[in-house]
């Protein structure tokens, strides 16, 4: 493995098809390592044809180094320093608990049974369990135990907190800020629960219908977007000003801008900070105009 | 990871996931037989019985024919499924997420399956034979008969016998390699209708080239394959009846193992055939076909 | 677990937080402030995020790093926090709070000082 550089993935001009449709449309990015990104994105946007290609799963056009690898030709070698979570949980049924992880330990070279134990001490998953009598909130967190457990410098994963409850989900990010934010590995998490999550994110990716919308640190977007509350009566100046999005905040008429608003505006209402929520909103939403050129 | 240490455990995982249909097929016959055997308790020896050292290792070939060959009936029922098991329970993404590649899945899925589970079989049948063929002659002749039976004999040519059968086993898996892998890849691409479709294309395409063209190509064939394998696994050179015939039951066994020997030194010459090779290379091309379908399934 | 707001950047509002902790003495003056690391699992936030509240504090002059030992409480902070504090209170939100007693009417004799027990 050559990666002399601090960067964890590269993307260059990437583009992946599936027959005709275009799942991933010429992304360019590049994720260091210690960070946690937040993959964002509505349903088929490509958050998992993107993830997949990531993971080898599928190739594309461009170029795509995972670790320094090309994820579909070197596969078997970069699997070995690397962990994901596919979309379903999708252990097998049949195995006992104890079973997965005799068979990890033989598969996966840094899969340590005895960090799994230990992880598996805090849920109420036992080893006798067989994953069928398993719920499906107990069997993502036996999933999230065992990919916990490899000691993996690139964690993927797609919707992992998907049907877990809320003790659980918090647990899961405990784990994450406790074990994984050493400043050496970097997670990519692709989610639905962008409010629970935004504070342990890095760094945010938004695809919107395959292209990258946004890349930011958390640090960038703080400076970069402003959100105004501001009261009915300015409106219409506020709608001249073109922000990204109007919308309504705890009552109030709102409008996101992607940098300083006009300094008229200012007197006319109050800054905010837009949340994660408000501006995947703005980005990933087609604006009124184009669709009724269409 | 080492290649080997990952492949045994991809072995590792067939067994705990079919162990229990394994033993199950392995034990049914030998349970029934245990079952029957306190009937009918005015039963006795026929006249023309063998000795009673002939008629335990005569268990032991009952047994081992019985049990493997149920086992590996079964197993040749199932290797159709098998081929679609982890994209039909959907754990096939799991799977993946671990560095086993798909070449090495299948080879090992394949491998149990095919040849080292039967050849268990066969060593489980040997036992439970020997076991039930000394109840049978305690049943018909009295205890006493268990003293007039050469257990070492016995034992060790039930040992060679089940060297030979073991040995025909690993053979008679690349005869029919081609069978079975394509009834696999057939499964793989058209699911339940793979092995319908495959059978009737055979039937079909058999007869209209033997009817119509004169050409009975797809009987020979097959009827090739299935020679191969039988011949490979007990009896290459037919010679096992001349050995009977000259012998008599005393020198039998002082023979039998090295006939055995020779007998599989002519399976192994009989390897050396445009059938076999011809067929290896088809099952390698409907490996490959397996492994292609897998691919795609994520 | 969500409990940060849309009124500044999150790692301000985790400055905030540490700063009035700071002001009622935890820790104490000259003592280590927790690890980033602690930090970022008791608050849930990502490390980085917690390296820029305590550069911000670090800015307002209430902490300094040690080399090879950590971040420590600035002697005088607490002192100059509550100055700070107090500062705005007086220019701000006092003056408001100011407008909105005459506005309902209320003088000093109607307000008690003392908490009730």
């Known amino acids: 493995m050559n990666n002399d550089n601090n960067n964890l993935i590269e993307a260059s001009g990437f583009t992946l098809r599936y027959g005709r449709k275009t799942a991933v449309d010429n992304l360019t990015f590049h994720v260091p390592k210690g960070r946690v990104v937040g993959l964002l994105g509505h349903n088929g946007a490509g958050k998992t044809s993107l993830m997949k290609a990531m993971v080898g799963l599928h190739g594309g056009t461009g170029s795509l180094k995972v670790l320094g690898l090309d994820p579909m030709a070197q596969r078997a070698e970069l699997l070995e320093s690397m962990s994901y979570i596919p979309d379903v949980a999708v252990l097998p049924r049949w195995a006992r608990v104890h079973e997965l992880i005799t068979l990890m330990s033989g598969l996966q070279p840094k899969f340590s049974a005895e960090r799994a134990r230990k992880l598996l001490k805090r849920t109420s998953v036992t080893e006798n369990d067989k994953v069928k009598s398993l719920s499906k909130g107990m069997v993502t967190q036996l999933h999230l135990a065992l990919i916990a457990a490899i000691d993996s410098k690139l964690m993927i994963l797609d919707e992992p907190t998907l049907g877990l409850d809320v003790m659980s989900r918090k647990s899961f990010y405990e784990m994450l800020i406790d074990e994984w934010c050493d400043g050496e590995r970097s997670v990519i998490i692709s989610t639905h629960q962008v409010e629970e999550i935004e504070s342990l994110l890095s760094d945010v990716m938004m695809l919107d219908e395959g292209k990258l919308v946004l890349n930011l640190s958390l640090e960038e977007m703080d400076s970069r977007f402003v959100a105004l509350a501001h009261d009915p009566a300015a409106a219409d100046a506020v709608a001249d000003a073109h922000p990204l999005l109007r919308y309504r905040q705890q009552g109030r008429p709102a409008a996101l801008f992607d940098g300083a608003p006009p300094a008229h505006l200012d007197g006319l209402g109050q800054r905010f900070r837009p949340s994660l929520v408000d501006l995947f909103m703005a980005l990933t939403r087609k604006p009124e105009m184009q669709r009724q050129q269409a | 990871m080492t290649t080997t240490k990952r492949f045994s455990t991809l072995m590792q995982r067939e067994w705990m996931q079919h162990r229990i249909g394994w033993l199950v097929v392995m034990a049914i016959m030998p349970v029934l037989m245990l079952c029957a055997l306190p009937f009918d308790n005015a039963a006795k020896l026929p006249p023309h019985a063998p000795p009673p050292t002939i008629f335990a290792l005569l268990g032991v070939a009952i047994g081992m024919l019985v049990v493997w060959g149920l086992s590996w009936a079964v197993a040749m029922f199932q290797m159709p499924g098998l081929a679609r098991r982890d994209q039909q329970d959907r754990s096939i993404e799991f799977w993946m997420s671990l560095p086993a590649s798909h070449t090495e899945s299948v080879a090992a899925t394949v491998l149990m399956h095919a040849l080292l589970i039967p050849m268990l079989a066969l060593a489980v049948g040997a036992a439970a034979g020997l076991v039930l063929g000394a109840g049978v002659l305690v049943k018909l002749t009295g205890i006493g008969a268990l003293g007039s039976v050469s257990w070492g004999a016995v034992l060790s040519a039930g040992l060679v016998g089940l060297l030979r059968l073991s040995f025909g086993m690993l053979l008679l898996t690349l005869w029919m390699a081609p069978l079975f892998m394509l009834l696999m890849a057939a499964s793989a691409w058209l699911k339940r209708w793979g092995t319908p479709v495959f059978i009737g294309a055979i039937i079909i395409i058999g007869n209209v080239l033997d009817k119509f063209y004169d050409n009975p190509i797809v009987w020979r064939l097959m009827s090739a394959q299935f020679e191969g394998g039988r011949k490979a696994m007990f009896d290459a050179a037919n010679t096992l009846k001349n050995l009977k015939d000259e012998s008599g039951f005393d020198n039998f066994l002082s023979q039998f193992p090295g006939w055995a020997l020779q007998d599989a030194g002519a399976a192994v010459q009989q390897l050396a055939s445009p059938h076999l090779v011809g067929g290896l290379v088809v099952a390698a091309g409907c490996f490959a076909l397996v492994i292609l379908n897998r691919k795609r399934a994520t | ?117």
């Open chain 3, 1 to 117: 677990m969500q409990n940060w707001n849309q009124t500044a950047p999150i790692y301000q509002q985790l400055a905030d937080r540490l700063a009035v902790q700071l002001l009622d003495g935890d820790p104490p003056e000259g003592e280590a402030m927790p690890s980033v690391r602690a930090l970022a699992s008791r608050y849930l936030i990502n490390p980085l995020t917690v390296s820029r509240a305590i550069q911000a504090l670090s800015d307002m002059g209430l902490v300094e790093t040690r080399r090879g030992m950590g971040i420590y409480v600035r002697p005088g902070a607490r002192e100059a926090l509550l100055k700070s504090e107090r500062e705005q209170f007086l220019h701000e939100e006092w003056p408001a709070l100011r407008e909105r007693l005459a506005r309902l009417g209320l003088s000093a004799k109607d307000l008690t000082w003392e908490s009730q027990q």
